[in-house]
Structure formats: structure tokens, C-alpha cells
């Protein structure tokens, strides 16, 4: 009752939600015009912020942060679809333009970031009496803005400010530079071919690919490359042993002393500066390690919680590695002239055993997967779960032919979000998939003579992928994985496009910590392992015939081929990467390879070489982005697999527990803490049985 009471008393007060949010136009996008336009929309934000912290009067929601969530919206109103287009539709202007506007919005970002007179009046808002009758979204607005400040060092004594300045920005350097030592080391090392005998066991797609390879640096032959498309058929298919092991060791010893030129590319010591400049960081703003200072934005709390965590998942999972890697073991000595098991046996062998368990390739089940019935049942399983309609809307004036466009509404009808897919591969379009903002829930109150010009939106959507475009008669088709790429993507979307949340900094993924970001979309790719929902749209485009349940089986035993293994590979990359970051001590050398070994003891069943050399590719963690935090790949994992679990209790389809994910997590965003938000929707905080359950690991 309290919603409905809530979207009418919206409703009369902002007459455009009844209308059609504005749509970008991406036929007037001016290349030329961009870079001038950025500096303009962000001098705008400069005034904006000037008038802020000049102002006399009191700081107030209405006074500063509602300003700047605005200024946030308009901005990203005129950004994302250049970035987007970007994306999808390059062109060599247009990456010109694009790459001389980043630095300019992200020097603006660190202004923003480093202006103590926001940061006062931030502050004055929290302290003020108004703030305890504020509601949960604008507090975690608040609360949110205070937090990215302090972890900025602004609210440090001046010294060690600058202090803490400097040091961020060696990190950003050093960072840079293991990303380009990696590069550059693995791009020196090539492997010229001239016998293709050489080759036998590869597919001949890979083996056209190391020919085009060649040809493109004038020589004759076949050319392998570190590159992952080439390094892992030859992992995987090569049946000359010395070529895999030659390989492997390129490959494991990447920037490390063992490359090509370890005086340029060794990045030994870059590990042990990073790691010590993030511990530095962490002690100036009083966490104890560093981990403590990832965590501070994460769904998990405290370092202990995730040891126990990944401890506990390796447990089972090292039984059941051990007992996968004896199978492998006996399937080697069997099958080939030698008894040992190295690291570059695994993934051949491991591949041949695949095949004779299961006889089964991914390529068979395309037939069974046309696109447009695909779309159709992610739309029936969405509609189904969650009470939404889902139609499509002619759209003017998009990027391409190609790309569709769709509605969202709820159960009475009324608007909620929309949507443009994008989902053909083509030159000029980046590879991948994904979910992109293009407009964001925006619905501030209304007062008075504003509601005329009252500038709100109902969130849209960028749904891009690179499926197989259709040929002639037969229609595009999909393999499984692609499935799972397309439902995932569209749990982002709609997480981002049912949210009921106000201001765009906690609306849909907004404002929502990292760990628990990727809870919806894999939630979503559950319904992709369903008989009940691959029903609804796995049929064979010519007979129409059903997906035969014997194939669906084998598909899911292939699935979880190996599973112990794969999971204590994760968990030797997660705990190597928590265990280098929370051990560290001032003035004591990192013993790097110490730490890696004693994980490898307790968690892997890989006799790893003297020279293998992990840590120094450990882009992930080194170059950026995932330090201390590699573990959420796993945690996500848990809290998807655990959410579907209700549905394995209640029913695939349970309405009411579809709308309860809907209600506590998919329309909340980032507005309350996402511990919270599963619990209210599980009844209690994860538990890792579902996962493992799932692996086939209990
Ligand atoms: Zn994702």
C-alpha cells in the first residue's frame, strides 16, 4: 500500500514520468565538437560546485547534494552515449576525441574528490539535526560521499595529505608499469613454426590463425604468440609435449627473471614497492593492513571473515581436487608414453578425459538456441520471476540497423526502464559483452512551479554483445556459453532498470560494493541451467523439437567436469592475493614466492616448477583494480548461487520469492548495506552449501 500511496503522489508531481524519458539522439553526435563540449559541461560543474562551497547559508540536501546529483545526471546524460558509441561504432575521430576527453573528466573527478569545502559542507550535512530524519537512500548518499572523501586522505593533517598524494601516485604508476612490463615481455616472445607437423592436435581455426599470424610479420609458416587465443589451444590440443612445455614456460615466467630481458621487464621489485605503497596508504588512514582498507567498501567485513571464508571452501574442495587429479593421474598412464603429471599435461590430458567421459562439444547445441527464442524465454523467465512486461518499441534515431528496443513495465502498467540491445558481432564494435548505463533513475521531489521543468528520468539501458550475426536463411545461433552471457548481462540490466531508488549515486549498480555487484547477473544465469526454464525456449530452429534431455545432462556434467579442481585454482589466486596484502610488514622484504608456495601446500594438487613465476602476471592484483580483492569473484559466486537455492526450495518459478529478490535487492541498489539487503531477502547471511551443492562438491 505505502508503495502505490509513494508512485501516485510521484506520479502528479512529475508529469514526464508519464511520457517517454529523453532519448539520446545518436545521429547528431558531433565528433568534432566533443572535447570542447566536455570542458564546457564541466565548467558548468566547476560554477555549480564554486556557488556550493561559497554559499553562507547552511548546508543542506537541497542546498549541495542535490545540486551535484544533477550536475551528476546531466553530465552522464551527455557522456555515456559518446562513450558508448565509442564502444560500439568507432571510428578513428572519434577515439581521438574520446581519449583526449578522459584525462579532462578524470582530472575533474580528482577536483571534485579533493575540495575540502564539498568535504566541510559534506560533513555539516551529516552532523546536522535534519540528518537523522533523512530516508535510507539519502543517508547512503551522504554516508557514501564521506567515505570516498576519507579514503581520498582529505580529511588528513596537511602534511601527510601530501604525503598521502604522492604516494597514491607512485602507486598509479608502479601499477602502470607491472600492466606494461607484462605486456611488453609477453609480446616479445613469439614461436615460429615452419613443420606443421609440429601443430597435429590443434583445430585448424587455431592453426589458420597462427598462419595468418605469420603472414602478417612476412613470414612463412605458423607464428605462436603468448597471447591467450593463441597460448591455449596449444595447452589444450597440441599433442607434441616440448611445444607445450616450451609454451608453458614462456608463458609462467612473464616479466619475471626468467624473460626474454628480466633488466627491462623483471617486475620483482615493482611487487614488493606496490604492495608497500598500499600498506603505507592503508597506515595513514589508520587501517592496520590493507586488506582492512579494501574492505572497507566491501559487502564482507573483516579480513578474518574472509579467510574463514575461502578456508572453508577450500576444505572441501582440495578433497575433491585430490581425488580428480588421481583420475587424471591414472587417465595419463594409460594414455601417454610417460608417467609424470606436469602443468603442461593438465590441460591436454584433462581435455581428453573430458571428451571421453562425455563425447561432447559445445558446437552441437547451437542448433537448439536460435536468438530470437532465446530472447523470447529470458523475457518469459524476467516476466515470469519478477511480474514485469517486456515489449518492444520502435526507437528513432540509434546507432545501427541492428539494434532493438525494448520496455519494461510493472504490474500496473506503468513504466519502469528501457532498453536497446545490441547484440551482433561486427567491425569496429569492441569485443565482449556487457551492460552499460545510458540513462539513470533520477526522481527528485518536485516543489511547486519546478515541477514544470522537473528533470526526471526512468533509467535505460545498454545491453551489448557479439553473437554470431544471423547467414541467409539460418538464423544467428548460440552456443550454451552464449546464453549465459546474455542472461548475465541482462541481470546487470535489470538491476539497474528496476530500481525504485531516487538518486542516481545508490540507484540500480550504483553505490553497490564490488563483492556484491555481480549477485544478480549470475543469480540470472541459474534459470540457463534449468529443464523447466530451457523449455521455454530451447527448441531446434529447423525440427522444433526440444532440447533431448540426454544432452542436457551430459551439458551439465561437462559443467561441473573437474569442479574441485577449478575451484581450488580460484581459491590459490584468492588467498595468495589476501594472504600478500594482509602479511605484510614495514621494512621486511615480501617473500613473494614463500607465500605463493605455502597457499600452493594447502590448496593446489599442481606440481608447479622451481621457475614458475605467477605473482608477476598477477595483472589482476598488481596492475590494479582487484588487490585484496580477488576473493569477490568466489564471494558473488556464493551469494548468487545461495539466492537461487529459495527457488531450488520453492519452485523455479515461485512468484512471491522472485518478488522478494525484486523487491530487497534488484529495486534497492546501493542504498543500504548489501549484507542487509540479502538477508532481508534470505532470511539469514550466505552460506556456501548452495555453491558447492551446485559444483556437484557435496
Ligand atoms: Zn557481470
Redesign the pocket.
Known sequence: MAGSFRSLVKRSLCPILEGVTMLPNFSTIQVERIVEEVKAKLDEGRNTINQIVSSQEPASWESVVLPLEQFDVAFSNFWSPISHLWSVMNTPELTEAFQNALPLISDFQTEVGQNRGLFKNMQSIKDSREFAAFSCQQKSVVENSLRDFYLSGIGLPEKERQLFKSLSSQLAKQQAQFEQNLLESGNAWQKHITDKALLKGIPESSIQMFEAAARQKGLEGWLITLDFPFYLPVMKYADNRALRRECYRAYSTRASEYCLDPEKWDNSSLIQSIVGLRHRLANLLSFPQYTHMSLYTKMADSPEQVFSFLNQLADVGKKAADKEMDQLKRFIREKAPHTDCQPWDVTYYSEKLKQELYQFSSEELRPFFPLNSVLNGLFKVAEKLFNITISEKKVENAWHEDVLFYEIHNESGQLQGQFYMDLFARPKKREGAW?DTCRERFVPPCKGKDSAICPAQLPVAFLVCNFPPPVGETPSLLTHDDVLTLF??F??GLHHMLSQIDYPSVSGINGVPWDA??LP??FLENWCWQEEALALFARHYQSKKPLPSDLFHKMKQAKNFQAGMQLVRQLEFALFDFETHHHYRENTELDVMGILNSVRERVSVVDYPEWNRFPHSFNHVFGGGYAAGYYSYKWAEVLSADAFSLFLEKGVFHRETGISFKKNILEKGGSEPAMDLFVAFRGRKPQTEALLKDCGLL
Open positions: 551492460m548475465h548481462e541481470g546487470h555487484v555481480e547477473s549470475q
